[in-house]
């Protein structure tokens, strides 16, 4: 077992969720306006992609280190 931490599969996997979030953003213009629109922006894409990276990172550790 290598002693390394695949660190690189969780910043690709975040920086693809990064360039998804901006293309959902992009895309829920079609959909919602105004104080909705920004908090989609503001809070909701973020955090989603925080809690999907956190997870992504938990399950790749996990398979990793058994």
Excluded at 11 to 16: A, D, Q, T, Y
Excluded at 24 to 48: E, K
């Amino acid at each position: 077992m290598n002693s390394l931490y695949p660190l690189w599969i969780e910043k690709s996997v975040f920086l693809g969720l990064v360039a998804s979030a901006i293309c959902a953003g992009i895309l829920l213009q079609d959909y919602l306006s105004g104080v909705l629109l920004w908090s989609t922006w503001i809070c909701v894409l973020p955090i989603a992609i925080l809690i999907i990276t956190e997870g992504i990172g938990r399950i790749i550790q996990s398979v990793y280190l058994k």
